[in-house]
């Protein structure tokens, strides 16, 4: 909740990178004819939103920023309660919230001084958040000026401006109505309906057969019209189930009639007409679409169910069902709540405190960013940092402006990598799982084992870092410029160590798909890992306090190596049980235990450092320890899946049955820990005897049958899990 907010910041500091974000709306305002001081007309405010774009509604979702319109004028101007639109919704971050989008009408009471004359100049401000599907922009304002003639009232009979119909629209069908070009006091006129369905859609009659939903057009006239009876056009027949029904189809009228109670200058009436569509194969869930008719070719966007918001993330779309889902490794308890009402949060500790307070994540992630100098990769970089800052002494530029700029080098490299896990998103949840990548991923993890051991002559096996003419270069080069190539540089060469934490938070900022998001994570990690090298180049000579390397530094790689190893191993397991099943666990088995062992008994470094000793000793006795926990084996589920078809599918749904969908895949690491670690519990198990359990193997992720379970689900990555709920009522035709 609080982290679009303390995203703000960010946001303002990267603005001058964004200058498109004042035409995310455009405000305009007109007064109707004849208004007159001292009496109180109705100003509209239209707001156009950019496509791709939505403001929060008014009253918004805590703690998002409401959108709010204030009119101000001469003295004396007085402006009551702006009436709001009904907003659409949106789904951000798993949760539901109030929007606006397209082109949308606020109407706000307005009455000039008693003692105006001629003409009055107004001003419209509009205060507002713009959000798109990756990323809130910060609180904006728009104004609008807007000049009011003045003039007595307009004769009984004036003809009414023209009026444009406004439209909705839904997938199935297109929703206009419009107005009478003439409106008198008293006398009925018809407002016509039209409801324009597309080739192979239906919806069911006004009179409809048993059991179907009638499709209903209701009209509200604000009090200033009487609102008679809809007049529905005769309905023709469609055969469904064997049974002949009455529906309509095609381009459909409806004429309600209306009558002005008084002399209305600018006619306020919104439409809604509640309906069911069906074509040959299912018939959806019952919806609604709102329009309103008004003049000066106002035209406005549906506030219903028949589709999802514009910019927002697609969703799954099942005829028959609504559709929830789950797209993280979640424990039992968490399941449990989202069997039951489709809703669920993350419990994991780093990432789990991201979702819900980035206020007290970021410390955190700050705090690991300084951690990570002391592993052993990064260590020996801090002598060489210094003597760097000590080459430049002379450059006139002072230690802690170089260092400044040094950090600021290692945080855009890192920074880079966060920006780039937002924007892709899907790429990040989904390709960070794919075996070629995994493969990569251990592959580079043995490559920087091997920097920590060390061959005979106490040289390294292998040793990662940049070419000598690059860092040459870098150290050669004085003032800013080379401090931050050189910050760039020490940011790969302290890879090693922290790879495996860069790894876990990318993965978790691709899932957010928040490019905002990756920056303030990335950048407060990089923050964190340079800090140290600030502090060096102000106090002179601290790097003689340093803690020297000896023969106990040489067990700590030993011990990073172990774990680099195993971390290699655990990358591909999963690669490995797609080759046999089972194979990636007992190799992972055999390398804990081996690993435990070397630590334990045969690696020799650090002997002579009693304390250290005991330290790897018991690391080692961990090892072994974790092996023997690793070899047990996974509960069983308590889950009874059966394989996913559209048969089985069609079925439940014609039952009226719930269904729960498992997408998995033989690579997907976090299915698995779904499987053995919540599919397992017997509370999870008797939950679902209540779903239609089935499960859809998606380990070919790019083939044709996952490519269309993706389109049809709204799937970006594994896991996910679908929870089906059928429509009530046709579940109980």
Request: glycine share 10%.
């Amino acid at each position: 909740m609080i982290l679009k907010r303390l995203l703000f910041a960010v946001c303002l500091a990267l603005a001058a990178m964004s200058p498109a974000w004042a035409q995310v709306l455009k405000v305009s305002a007109s007064a109707p004819p004849g208004v007159r001081p001292g009496k109180a007309f109705d100003l509209t405010v239209r707001l156009a939103i950019q496509a791709g774009y939505h403001v929060q509604a008014n009253p918004a979702k805590e703690p998002y920023i409401p959108t709010t319109v204030t009119v101000t004028g001469p003295a004396g101007t007085k402006s009551g309660r702006p009436a709001y639109p009904t907003p659409v919704t949106a789904e951000l971050a798993g949760e539901q919230i109030p929007v606006y989008e397209g082109a949308v009408e606020v109407r706000v009471p307005v009455t000039l001084p008693s003692s105006a004359k001629g003409a009055v100049q107004l001003k419209v401000t509009v205060g507002y958040q713009a959000c798109n599907d990756k990323a809130c922009l910060p609180p904006a304002s728009a104004t609008a000026s807007v000049t009011v003639p003045l003039g007595g009232r307009p004769r009984q009979g004036t003809t009414a401006r023209r009026a444009a119909p406004t439209t909705a629209a839904s997938p199935q069908m297109t929703l206009t109505a419009t107005l009478p070009t003439v409106l008198k006091p008293g006398t009925a006129r018809d407002l016509v309906v039209k409801i324009a369905l597309k080739e192979g859609w239906h919806i069911q009659s006004n009179e409809p057969a048993p059991d179907y939903i009638p499709t209903e057009v209701k009209v509200d006239g604000g009090g200033d019209f009487r609102v008679g009876r809809p007049a529905f056009p005769p309905s023709t027949t469609a055969s469904v189930a064997g049974q002949e029904i009455p529906v309509f189809d095609g381009v459909v009228e409806v004429r309600v009639p209306v009558t002005p109670l008084r002399q209305v200058d600018d006619p306020r009436i919104e439409v809604e007409v509640r309906y069911q569509a069906c074509n040959e194969t299912a018939c959806l869930p019952p919806a609604s679409l709102r329009v309103r008719a008004a003049p000066a070719g106002t035209q406005t966007g549906a506030a219903g169910t028949a589709g999802p918001p514009q910019g927002v993330r697609r969703e799954a779309r099942i005829p028959g069902f609504s559709v929830s889902k789950l797209e993280q490794f979640v424990p039992p308890e968490q399941f449990l709540r989202f069997l039951e009402s489709g809703q669920a949060g993350s419990d994991s500790a780093l990432t789990g405190l991201l979702g819900r307070s980035l206020f007290l994540a970021l410390p955190l992630i700050f705090l690991l960013g300084l951690a990570l100098n002391l592993t052993p990769c990064v260590y020996p970089i801090i002598p060489i940092t210094i003597s760097y800052f000590g080459s430049q002494s002379e450059s006139g530029t002072k230690p802690v402006v170089l260092a400044l700029f040094y950090v600021l080098g290692m945080a855009l490299m890192y920074s880079v990598l966060g920006v780039i896990a937002g924007i892709t998103g899907g790429l990040f949840g989904s390709q960070l799982q794919n075996p070629w990548v995994l493969t990569g991923f251990a592959l580079v993890m043995f490559a920087l084992a091997l920097s920590q051991f060390d061959r005979k002559n106490g040289m390294p096996i292998w040793e990662f870092q940049l070419p000598a003419a690059l860092r040459n270069r870098a150290r050669s080069r004085s003032g800013i410029a080379g401090a931050m190539l050189m910050g760039l540089m020490v940011g790969v060469v302290a890879a090693p160590c922290i790879g495996p934490a860069v790894v876990a938070l990318l993965q978790w900022v691709g899932t957010q798909k928040n490019p905002l998001l990756g920056f303030a994570v990335f950048f407060t990690l990089a923050l964190g890992l340079g800090l140290p090298y600030v502090a060096l180049a102000i106090l002179s000579g601290s790097v003689q306090r340093l803690p020297r390397s000896g023969e106990w530094m040489i067990g700590v790689k030993h011990i990073f190596g172990v774990i680099m190893i195993w971390m290699g191993f655990y990358y591909l397991q999963t690669v490995l049980d797609g080759w046999q099943p089972g194979l990636g666990k007992w190799v992972l088995v055999a390398v804990t235990a081996l690993g435990g062992l070397y630590l334990l008994v045969l690696d020799k470094a650090g002997a002579r450092a009693a304390r250290f000793l005991v330290f790897k000793r018991l690391v080692g006795a961990g090892g072994i320890a974790l092996a023997v926990w690793l070899a047990q084996p996974p509960p069983r589920e308590a889950i009874q899946w059966q394989p996913y078809s559209d048969q089985a599918l069609a079925q439940a749904r014609a039952e009226g049955r719930k269904v729960l969908v498992d997408f998995t895949a033989a690579w997907c690491a976090q299915c698995k820990e779904l499987e053995h670690k919540t599919f397992s519990d017997p509370r999870v198990g008797a939950a679902a005897r209540e779903f239609v359990a089935l499960r859809a193997d998606m380990t070919d992720f790019s083939g044709h049958q996952a490519q269309e379970w993706k389109r049809q689900y709204g799937i970006y990555g594994l896991p996910t899990v679908a929870r089906l709920i059928p429509d009530q009522t046709l579940a109980a035709r």
